[in-house]
C-alpha cells in the first residue's frame, strides 16, 4: 500500500510543482511591482527635495523617476507582448 501511494505522489509531484513554481513567480512579480513603485514614489519625492534646495540636477533626477515610474506602469503589457512573440 505505501509503494502504491508513493508512487501515486510521485506522479502528480511534477506537475504539482509547476503549478506552485508559476505561483511562486507570479507572487515574486507582485511584490516586485510593488517594491519598485515604493522606490519610484521616494525618487519622486527625493528630486522634488532637490528642487526645492536648488540642485543643478534635479531636472534629470526627475526625469529618471518619472522614466521609471512609466516603464513599471507599462511592465505589465510589455510582458504580456514577448510572451505574444513566444
Known amino acids: 500500500m505505501k509503494k502504491i501511494l508513493l508512487l501515486f505522489l510521485f506522479l ?5 510543482w509547476a503549478v506552485s513554481l508559476k505561483a511562486s513567480a507570479d507572487k515574486l512579480a ?10 519610484a514614489l ?3 519625492v527625493l528630486s522634488a527635495v532637490y528642487f526645492m534646495i536648488g540642485r543643478q540636477d534635479a531636472g ?3 526625469t529618471q523617476a518619472l522614466l521609471g515610474v512609466f516603464i513599471l506602469m ?5 510582458l ?7
Request: glycine share 12%; hydrophobic share 40%; proline share 6%.
Open 74 to 78: 507599462l511592465s505589465p503589457s510589455i
Open 42 to 44: 521616494f525618487g519622486l
Open 60 to 62: 534629470q533626477k526627475m
Open 80 to 86: 504580456s507582448f514577448i510572451k505574444g512573440l513566444a
Open 12 to 16: 502528480l509531484a511534477p506537475s504539482s
Open 30 to 39: 507582485q511584490e516586485t511591482t510593488r517594491i519598485g513603485f515604493g522606490l
